[in-house]
Structure formats: structure tokens, C-alpha cells
């Protein structure tokens, strides 16, 4: 069974750090790609960082710098460790796994993150 299970979310204050697991199942995180997106009340979903099974990694204006996408592929798990973080930042977090030809589209079930002081 596929499953894309995220953790790590939670409120942070500005400035702060938090690091966001995507642990999956069913399927091998190397062979697909790989991406976090975001959704804050109101808003559309966002995609915020992006690791093809081959090429280059790409992240959102907003996030470029202070994001960083990565992928343990012993674990099956792909990570966001996100710094410095704003209040812009609060949005439901969602990993996403796409198969090489678009058959596949995975999604998790979201983790908050709140940035306030």
C-alpha cells in the first residue's frame, strides 16, 4: 500500500528552524520525483521545492536560500529543513511523489507549520 506519511511540523517563532520528514511506503522515493508544497488558509497550494529522480532541485522565489530539499534514500524519506522562517511561512505542508511519466501522483496528508511570536 502507498503511503506518504509527513512529520515535523508545529509553531516556531520567527527566525527559527524546523525540519519536515515525508517517510514513504509502497514505492521507492529514488525512482520518482519528489517535491513539498504548501497551502495557507485561503490560498492555493503552492509547490515550494521540487527533486526530480534526475536533474536539477528547484524552490520557490520565496523560499530560495533559506529551504533545502533532500532525500535519505536508505530511509525512503525525502526532507525540507527550512530556515529562518517567517511569518508567511504558516501553511499546511504537503509532500508530493510523481512517477517518471506522470502515472503516479502521490500526496500526504499534510503537517502544520505556524510561524508567530
Known amino acids: 500500500q502507498v503511503q506518504l506519511v509527513e512529520s515535523g511540523g508545529g509553531l516556531v517563532q520567527p527566525g527559527g528552524s524546523l525540519r519536515l520528514s515525508c517517510a514513504a511506503s509502497g514505492f521507492t522515493v529514488s525512482n520518482y520525483a519528489m517535491s513539498w508544497y504548501r497551502q495557507a488558509p485561503g490560498k492555493e497550494r503552492e509547490l515550494v521545492a521540487r527533486?526530480?529522480?534526475?536533474?536539477?532541485?528547484t524552490y520557490a522565489d520565496s523560499v530560495k536560500g533559506r529551504f533545502t530539499i533532500s532525500r535519505d534514500n536508505a530511509k525512503n524519506t525525502v526532507y525540507l529543513q527550512m530556515n529562518s522562517l517567517k511569518p508567511e511561512d504558516t501553511a499546511v505542508y504537503y509532500c508530493?511523489?510523481?512517477?517518471?511519466?506522470?502515472?503516479?501522483?502521490?500526496w500526504g496528508q499534510g503537517t502544520q507549520v505556524t510561524v508567530s511570536s
Open positions: 527533486m526530480p529522480k534526475i536533474g536539477t532541485t
Open positions: 508530493n511523489a510523481v512517477s517518471t511519466r506522470g502515472t503516479w501522483n502521490y
